[in-house]
Structures are given as C-alpha cells and as structure tokens.
C-alpha cells in the first residue's frame, strides 16, 4: 500500500515509517504541519502537533529522497472534546487540508504513517481526517511498552537527538544527547517519578537525524539553547538550529 508519512522530526513519526516499511508499505510522500512564519515561535501551544525542530525538516526530503509537503498551523485546538467532530479553525483542519493537497498529486496513496504511542486525542483526530479522505491510518506503535520500544529505535539505528527537555530530571545539558545515550537515564527517571520513557507526557521531544530509511543524514552544526522556563527541578528549554547539512552516510 502507498503512504504518506507524517513527519513531526521526532523519533516516533520516523521509527513508525520504518514499521510501515517494514511490513511491507511504500511511504510515497511526507507531510509536515509547521508554525506560521508570522507568529515568530519555534513552538506552538499545540496540542497535535511537535514543532520544535521545524527548522530543520526539510532537509528530510534530501535525505529520504521524497517530496515534503508543508503547511503552516492556522488553526488552534478548538474542539478538544474525546471525540472530534469537523470545526472550522481547530488545528486538525490543517492536517486535512494538508492531505488533501497531496492527495491531488498522489492520487494512489491509501493511508497515512502516523507516530501515535499513547495520545487518544491525537489518534483520534488523524483516523477522523483520514476516514473523510478515505485513507487508512497505520500506527503500529501504538500502545507498545515504552521502555522495550525506546530500546528497539535505539538498536534500529534511529539517531534521533533530544531538542526540548520538560520534566524533573532532565536538563538543558542533555539537549543534544541521543536516545541510545539517554536511554539508561529515561528509565532511571521512570521508576523516580514514573515520567514516560519515550516522552509521551511532554517530558521531552526529540529529532531525528539518521534512520535505514535515510539515503543520507543530517548533520548539526551550529545549536542555539532556548530556555523558556529556568526552574530548578524541571527547566523547560528547547534547541534551535542554527545550521545543519546533509550528508552523505558511510558505507
């Protein structure tokens, strides 16, 4: 069957493009939802969305070889009820129109790739878009055991780094770090204050810079720390590219 991929850059939309691959799907296509240019944020109060490292994402078609179609977020989450019903300007709108536009050029795509491990309120509103466009959607992290299914990206080869920290125990010192790296780490912090071990509360974002599905890989060069929140137990702050190239990977 032939997908898009929903790419946010984090670890998840990737290692789930690689399952869908995996079981024997083609990913035709990737589609991002990214902050308006206007509102001058790296980070949107978005409750769909992982905008956080935006400003590097499209050096993903370079690296998987594949048109990237981007958006930028006009909406806000309107409509925040369990189950989503179509509303005008709530966020999930975005994403429809978003797949709508590259359903004219990918006639043949039956389904979407979409990174959801335990967010309801995510899934739900990706299955509600996908039935009104007739496609399919995969998730085949959903609901898996987050410390087996961080250790399985990690030995997959996902070199996803860490771009915002949120959460007792994590500090602006681990941005930057690979999940391999910090693994150890999230799980230390799991059994502390039973924070999630891939994220799933907000404890942290992430980006990916290489994965199999890369014909090349991101390179970073140049980072700026962004820090919105300087508490001492859980300081909130994010990385900004500054500058970054792609690469070609070693045989």
Not at 36 to 55: I, R
Not at 84 to 98: F, G, Q, R
Not at 126 to 135: A, F, K, N, S
Not at 148 to 160: D, F, H, K, T, W
Request: net charge negative.
């Amino acid at each position: 069957m032939k997908l898009i991929g929903l790419v946010s850059g984090g670890k998840d939309s990737c290692y789930n493009m690689m399952q869908c691959v995996a079981h024997g799907h083609e990913i035709v296509a990737l589609a991002n939802l990214k902050p308006p240019t206007s509102a001058g944020k790296d980070e949107l109060d978005s409750y769909m969305y992982q905008t956080v490292g935006h400003d590097a994402i499209h050096y993903y078609a370079e690296c998987m070889d594949l048109p990237l179609y981007r958006k930028e977020i006009q909406g806000t989450p309107i409509h925040q009820d369990y189950e989503y019903v179509a509303t005008p300007k709530d966020e999930t709108e975005d994403l429809y129109t978003l797949l709508q536009d590259i359903l004219k050029d990918f006639p043949d795509a039956e389904g979407v790739s979409v990174g959801a491990i335990m967010s309801n309120y995510q899934r739900v509103r990706v299955e509600h878009v996908c039935d009104r466009l007739g496609l399919k959607s995969f998730a085949y992290l959903w609901e898996r055991d987050q410390k087996e299914l961080l250790a399985e990206m990690a030995n997959a080869g996902v070199q996803a780094i860490l771009v915002k920290v949120a959460a007792m125990g994590l500090k602006p010192a681990h941005l930057g770090k690979t999940i391999g790296d910090m693994y150890p780490y999230l799980c230390e912090l799991n059994e502390k204050y039973e924070s999630h071990v891939c994220g799933e509360g907000g404890e942290y974002e992430t980006f990916t810079l290489d994965c199999p599905l890369f014909k090349k890989r991101i390179v970073v060069e140049e980072t700026e720390t962004v820090t919105h929140s300087d508490d001492a137990f859980a300081p909130v702050a994010y990385l900004k590219f500054k500058r970054c190239s792609v690469a070609n990977k070693e045989q």
